[in-house]
Structures are given as C-alpha cells and as structure tokens.
C-alpha cells in the first residue's frame, strides 16, 4: 500500500504542481494590483456599493470592503477558491478513472493487493496532494496579500479560512471519487464532476443573493465555511461534522462501486 501511496504522488506531482503555479500566479497578481490600486481602494469600494447584488456575489464583494486589508484578503480567497475547488472535484476523478482512460487497469488490479487497499492508498496520495495544495494557497496569501497590505491582525482569520479550504477541497473530492464510482467513464465522469461543482457554486450565489435561507447552504460544500462567515464566526462545528460524514461517506461508497466495477475490461 505504502508502495503505491508513493507511486501515486510521483503520477500526480506535475498535475499539482500545474495548478499551484496557477495559484502563484493569481496571488501574485493580486499582490501587485492591491499594492498599485491601494490609495484608491476607498473610490473603489463606494463605486462597488452601486453596483447590482448579484454583481457583488460573482465578483466575491459581497459583504466586503476591499478598501481594508480584511475585505481584500476576503476577495482574494474567493478567486483562489475557484481554484481550489475545481481542482479538488477533479482529483476524485483522477485518483482512480485515470487508470481506465489510460488502460492501466488491467495492469494495476492484476497486482497482489485488494482492490480497496489500492482505491484507499490513491485517496491518501489526493488528500496529501490537496495538503499540499491549500498550505501553498495560505502561505502565498499570507505573502502576497497580509503582509504587503500591513496588517497581521487578520493572521487568526488566515489560520482558520485555510483549514476551511483545505475542508472543503476533501469534501469535493470525495464528491468526485464518488461520481467516478457512479459513472461508467472517465469523460462521463469529468463532465458530471465539473456540473456538480458549478452547480453548487450557483446555490451557493442564489443563496447569497436571497439572503434568507441560510439553513439551505447544506446543499452546497463551497458554502460551508464561506470566508466572510468564518472571518465573523470561525468554523461552525455543525459544518465540519456533516463534511466528515459526506467525506467518509463519498470515500466508501466510491470504494464499494470500485470493487464491483469492471476496471480491467473498461
């Protein structure tokens, strides 16, 4: 097991390393325009409050001012969230389909190991993978958002939003492997993977703009740990619980499809 863990980062590694210089890449920039558009964050944020709701919500401002350092570092992490949280719905596709779109099916099954020691070892190389993925995701915001900005007040805040994250990424990929158990291949798999993500983004902003359902938000992951109320009000217990219980029950599910699935034959 130990043995695939291992050889499964090795095959995932240029993957994750693709998706962390995007995230490099969008903090960065981010830096460089907060830093340059800093004096006129004021002008900014009271033309924002002109603007339609809903234009707020696709934009990540609603309920921020991005003319102080918490209201920037809130609208950074939505854009690196969209990130995030792609990714993560696309490595529960990519644990285990990836061996039937590249026919290494027959090869990888036909080894000395249960199935499910095999599926639970990919698992364990994704979660690292997504570890790694979220770390990468609080430290640049810690660079290139607070520090440049020059307040170290909202570090807690950072510190929380992460683990958020990082949350929130496991249980979309529990979500995604779940998915590919379902589906009978890899570009079914792909393609229900991405609707369900961008469906729960738009819950997620439909519940923003009505603003009165709240109790709804258990429909949509991406909403669980929202930066503007984890910021207000930490991490709701409640939420991490139900993410552990769709985690765990994503995780064993998928490995229940998997083990009856023709791999070899796909």
């Known amino acids: 097991m130990k043995t695939i863990y291992l050889k499964e980062l090795k095959l995932t590694q240029k993957t994750l390393v693709i998706?962390?210089?995007l995230i490099v890449m969008l903090t960065g920039f981010a830096a460089i325009e907060f830093i340059v558009l800093k004096d006129a964050m004021g002008e900014i944020?009271?033309?924002a409050e002109s603007f339609p709701k809903i234009i707020?919500?696709?934009f990540g401002l609603n309920g921020v001012r991005v003319d102080t350092p918490l209201g920037?570092?809130?609208c950074?992490?939505?854009?690196?969230?969209?990130?995030a949280f792609f990714y993560a719905g696309f490595s529960g596709i990519f644990a285990v389909s990836r061996e039937e779109r590249f026919g290494t099916s027959e090869f990888l099954f036909s080894k000395p190991y249960k199935r499910s020691a095999i599926i639970w070892a990919k698992i364990g190389a994704?979660?690292?993978?997504l570890f790694v993925f979220s770390l990468t995701v609080g430290i640049m915001s810690y660079l290139c958002i607070i520090l440049p900005l020059g307040d170290l007040s909202i570090t807690g805040v950072h510190i929380i939003t992460t683990l958020g994250i990082f949350l929130t990424q496991v249980v979309l990929f529990s979500v995604g492997i779940f998915i590919s158990g379902l589906a009978k291949s890899y570009k079914t798999a792909s393609l229900f993977t991405m609707l369900t993500v961008t469906a729960f983004y738009v819950i997620s902003f439909a519940l923003d703009y009505i603003g009165t359902m709240d109790f709804l938000k258990v429909l949509t992951p991406v909403s669980y740990f929202n930066v503007v109320s984890v910021s207000e009000n930490g991490l709701s217990p409640f939420y991490i619980l139900l993410s552990l219980i769709i985690i765990l029950a994503g995780c064993f599910m998928a490995i229940r499809f998997f083990e009856r699935k023709d791999l070899c034959n796909s």
Do not use: H
């Not at 950074?76 to 990130?83: D, R």
């Not at 994704?126 to 993978?129: E, G, K, L």
């Open 19 to 21: 998706w962390l210089v």
């Open 45 to 47: 944020a009271a033309m």
């Open 56 to 58: 707020l919500i696709l």
């Open 72 to 74: 920037a570092y809130q």
């Open 76 to 83: 950074m992490v939505f854009w690196t969230n969209l990130l």
């Open 126 to 129: 994704a979660v690292t993978n």
